[in-house]
T-cell receptor, first 113, second 116 residues
Framework: AQSVSQHNHHVILSEAASLELGCNYS??????LFWYVQYPGQHLQLLLK??????LVKGIKGFEAEFIKSKFSFNLRKPSVQWSDTAEYFC???????????FGKGTTLSVSS | DSGVTQTPKHLITATGQRVTLRCSPR?????VYWYQQSLDQGLQFLIQ???????AKGNILERFSAQQFPDLHSELNLSSLELGDSALYFC???????????????FGEGSRLTVL
């Protein structure tokens, strides 16, 4: 079965620091990849997605992610975080049947001002 | 607001009991997905319905069942509850049967179940 690993459980940064959250997936074939974010008290929402094409994907709020097929990775980055980026971040891969998303366990990001 | 509505927001019950969680998808969305979020397991896919029919099953226990009604709302039934069933249960919807076309699931705010 496909799986997603997020290496960092909790990341603490100061404002303006750079962010990189790791994500690795298990399936070696064609994959569709996603990052979702859950701000405190809110529902999960899509940050960005990768289906094909340019492996560097840009999302909302200045986030980007790079798909590296050889490393089975889809790391999320942001050059300069803000206090409002405090949230839980989930990496996900679409299952092989294209019927559901398989999520990682999430990374909690805390940004201090 | 994602447009997906879940009720109740919070539910406290005892072991052995049965509860029903309800989800109304975004207007026009045909697919409903149920996920369970717990501290140790993260977000686990339970089951998907598309236009009233079960489409995909994930890690759903036999004590749990779901259905999608003609008006497209869905219910997740949890029975013979155990302490370990305490979790946040999310519903999500999408326009089509899979996630391929848009890649976007729209999530509700979840129903927090506490089993005592």
């Amino acid at each position: 079965a496909q799986s997603v690993s997020q290496h960092n459980h909790h990341v603490i940064l100061s404002e303006a620091a750079s962010l990189e959250l790791g994500c690795n997936y298990s399936y070696g074939g064609t994959v569709n990849l996603f990052w979702y974010v859950q701000y405190p008290g809110q529902h999960l929402q899509l940050l960005l997605k990768y289906f094909s094409g340019d492996p560097l994907v840009k999302g909302i709020k200045g986030f980007e992610a790079e798909f590296i097929k050889s490393k089975f990775s889809f790391n999320l980055r942001k050059p300069s975080v803000q206090w409002s980026d405090t949230a839980e971040y989930f990496c996900a891969v679409e299952d092989q049947a294209g019927t559901a998303l398989i999520f990682g366990k999430g990374t909690t990001l805390s940004v201090s001002s | 607001d994602s447009g997906v509505t879940q009720t109740p927001k919070h539910l406290i019950t005892a072991t052995g009991q049965r509860v029903t969680l309800r989800c109304s998808p975004r207007s026009g969305d045909l697919s409903v997905y149920w996920y369970q979020q717990s501290l140790d397991q993260g977000l686990q896919f339970l089951i998907q319905y598309y236009n009233g029919e079960e489409r995909a099953k994930g890690n759903i226990l036999e004590r749990f069942s779901a259905q999608q009604f003609p008006d497209l709302h869905s219910e997740l039934n949890l029975s013979s509850l155990e302490l370990g069933d305490s979790a946040l249960y999310f519903c999500a919807s999408s326009a089509l049967g899979g996630t391929t076309n848009t890649g976007e699931l729209f999530f509700g705010e979840g129903s927090r179940l506490t089993v005592l």
